[in-house]
């Protein structure tokens, strides 16, 4: 029996580390490290494992995690705005930036349909993008950006300070790359999709290409769900 034990650990630590190290070659561009191997880890085992369905889909956070709370930011008209503007609603908020090539403009799209899915409930939540790369994403850049996803989607910047400090606190990465054959830089970037509650505090994350409508029902999932005053 102990041998069946050891034996079955050993082969369970191989195949993680192999699943690692699968995860550092086969990673694209836009995840990191700890992304992709949660990615490749969900493929192996299947997706309920990383994306239990408690509430309908999306990831769960880990139990102590808490994601999101204030920040101070600069919106598409120029103002200075804060979590506290929008206490109350329900938001779905992507970080990317207006240059990316791929990955921002689909899960920008992704969010416009899920709310679309969502019907009448769907104007309760408000989609927000918030730029990693205020270098180029100029007030002005984002409110002609975002607009072309949906009406109501809000495009925010501001200093790199103020960027910095917030995607610290969803724990988001980025890093400029500058390709030698590119004249322009680009930004390397997670890629996961947040819903904010109306205390501003993250409630569930959706990985790169979930679709519109696992999200549209984990959205209004936590919308209904009584909530826990201690959280
Ligand atoms: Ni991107």
Do not use: G, M
């Given at each position: 029996m102990l041998r069946i034990i050891r034996f079955s650990s050993l082969f369970l630590l191989v195949l993680v580390a192999g699943i690692w190290a699968y995860a550092w070659v086969s990673k694209s561009p836009h995840e990191n490290l700890a992304e992709a191997f949660a990615n490749r880890l969900a493929g192996v085992f299947g997706q309920e494992m990383a994306v239990p369905s408690a509430a309908g889909g999306g990831m769960q956070l880990p139990a102590g995690m808490s994601l999101g709370g204030p920040f101070e930011l600069i919106n598409q008209a120029g103002q200075p705005v804060t979590e506290r503007d929008f206490a109350g609603r329900w938001l779905l908020v992507y970080f990317g930036?207006?240059?990316?090539?791929?990955v921002c403009p689909t899960e920008l799209g992704i969010i416009a349909s899920a709310l679309d899915a969502m019907g009448p409930a769907g104007e309760l939540v408000t989609p927000i993008l918030i730029t990693i790369d205020p270098q180029r994403d100029t007030p002005d850049q984002l409110a002609d950006y975002v607009s072309r996803f949906h009406p109501r989607m809000q495009g925010l910047t501001g200093t790199a300070e103020q960027v910095a400090a917030v995607a610290r606190r969803y724990r988001v990465y980025f890093a400029r790359v500058q390709r030698p054959d590119m004249t322009d830089y680009l930004m390397d970037h997670s890629s996961f999709i947040y819903l904010v509650g109306p205390d501003a505090k993250v409630r569930a994350l959706f990985r790169k290409e979930t679709s519109p409508e696992v999200i549209a029902a984990a959205t209004q999932a936590q919308m209904r769900a009584p909530r826990n005053p201690a959280l």
């Open positions: 930036f207006t240059y990316c090539p791929d």
